[in-house]
């Protein structure tokens, strides 16, 4: 790693992961190519941002879910180092939400000589199951459980065995849809969740804030994972698992444009496109609308 971290101001580069292997709806393998497709990432002042590549699950590993996720997740650590690395931006673009556990294991290693990494972890879903708790056994609804060292050793020992986050410097925004395995961990563990009724309760300016101030506190760096299924789906209805009562799309990018050349922010995921249920590429527009919040005018 160099000395000063990448931020949005540096190139970004976009690595897909086109798997749904961790999904009960095959649709949101299409994801990144169609993403790619629309250029909803493209249409930025600079032009600095471009594709890098799209991972893709090997025909052997189609079959078994655990494993293909366990083999794109060890790809896209390289990947997502290699990034880091040579001063750009990661943005990882999936597939399912199972690719968090890659991405930010990745991020993690890169900066694991400066110190922790922050993550604010925006979906409707709480993704925080383990096998003995999932009722549905989906992997993409257990990568924060992974990525705090809960569950399957084939998933939480992605490039190493220690946890790649600690509760204290996690947060949830936008969670209206969980069960309660999943709850009780991240409670037990400490973990903040600022659920729909307190962002609209609060407004999400202000639990915005107190999310920045959670990620920042005594972390190296920190990143932003945003599950599409966070924003309401009569706006945007492009998502694997849509729940009523989500974040407007205006109100979110909004938020996000406080990131905006912040040197602390490392890394962002945007995951869950699914282009089948898309209405005229909304959702895909809404993805392009959230990534450049991010980058500076
Ligand atoms: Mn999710």
Same mark, same amino acid.
């Given at each position: 790693?160099?000395?000063?971290?990448?931020?949005?101001?540096?190139?970004?580069?976009?690595?897909?992961?086109?798997?749904?292997?961790?999904?009960?709806?095959?649709?949101?393998?299409?994801?990144?190519?169609?993403?790619?497709?629309?250029?909803?990432?493209?249409?930025?002042?600079?032009?600095?941002?471009?594709?890098?590549?799209?991972?893709?699950?090997?025909?052997?590993?189609?079959?078994?879910?655990?494993?293909?996720?366990?083999?794109?997740?060890?790809?896209?650590?390289?990947?997502?180092?290699?990034?880091?690395?040579?001063?750009?931006? *990661?943005?990882?673009?999936? =597939?399912?939400? #199972?690719?968090?556990? @890659?991405?930010?294991?990745?991020?993690?290693? &890169?900066? +694991?000589?400066?110190?922790?990494?922050?993550?604010?972890?925006?979906?409707?879903?709480?993704?925080?199951?383990?096998?003995?708790?999932?009722?549905?056994?989906?992997?993409?609804?257990?990568?924060?459980?992974?990525?705090?060292?809960?569950?399957?050793?084939?998933?939480?020992?992605?490039?190493?065995?220690?946890?790649?986050?600690?509760?204290?410097?996690?947060?949830?925004?936008?969670?209206?849809?969980?069960?309660?395995?999943?709850?009780?961990?991240?409670?037990?563990?400490?973990?903040?969740?600022?659920?729909?009724?307190?962002?609209?309760?609060?407004?999400?300016?202000?639990?915005?804030?107190?999310?920045?101030?959670?990620?920042?506190?005594?972390?190296?760096?920190?990143?932003?994972?945003?599950?599409?299924?966070?924003?309401? *789906?009569?706006?945007?209805? =492009?998502?694997? #698992?849509?729940?009523? @009562?989500?974040?407007?799309?205006?109100?979110? &990018?909004? +938020?996000?444009?406080?990131?905006?050349?912040?040197?602390?922010?490392?890394?962002?995921?945007?995951?869950?496109?699914?282009?089948?249920?898309?209405?005229?590429?909304?959702?895909?527009?809404?993805?392009?609308?959230?990534?450049?919040?991010?980058?500076?005018?």
């Amino acid at each position: 790693m160099k000395p000063d971290l990448p931020s949005t101001r540096r190139n970004i580069r976009i690595i897909g992961v086109a798997s749904c292997a961790g999904a009960p709806d095959p649709a949101c393998a299409e994801g990144p190519d169609a993403l790619r497709h629309y250029q909803v990432f493209h249409d930025t002042p600079l032009q600095r941002i471009a594709w890098d590549t799209i991972l893709r699950v090997p025909r052997a590993q189609q079959n078994t879910p655990l494993h293909a996720v366990a083999l794109l997740s060890d790809r896209q650590v390289s990947k997502v180092e290699a990034v880091l690395r040579a001063g750009h931006f *990661p943005l990882v673009v999936g =597939g399912d939400h #199972s690719c968090a556990i @890659g991405t930010w294991s990745g991020v993690h290693h &890169a900066l +694991a000589d400066k110190g922790p990494l922050g993550l604010i972890w925006i979906d409707a879903h709480m993704d925080s199951h383990t096998f003995a708790t999932s009722p549905s056994g989906q992997i993409h609804g257990m990568p924060l459980a992974c990525l705090l060292g809960y569950g399957d050793a084939a998933l939480t020992a992605i490039d190493g065995a220690e946890a790649k986050l600690r509760p204290e410097h996690v947060c949830l925004i936008g969670v209206r849809s969980f069960e309660a395995g999943e709850a009780d961990l991240l409670h037990q563990l400490g973990v903040r969740v600022f659920d729909m009724d307190e962002i609209r309760r609060r407004g999400l300016t202000e639990v915005f804030d107190e999310a920045l101030t959670i990620v920042r506190d005594g972390t190296a760096g920190f990143g932003v994972s945003v599950d599409l299924d966070a924003l309401d *789906p009569t706006e945007e209805p =492009g998502v694997g #698992s849509p729940v009523p @009562g989500g974040l407007r799309r205006a109100e979110l &990018a909004e +938020a996000l444009t406080r990131l905006r050349g912040d040197p602390s922010f490392v890394a962002m995921e945007i995951a869950e496109y699914n282009p089948r249920r898309d209405h005229k590429h909304a959702t895909a527009d809404a993805a392009g609308d959230l990534v450049k919040a991010v980058i500076p005018l």
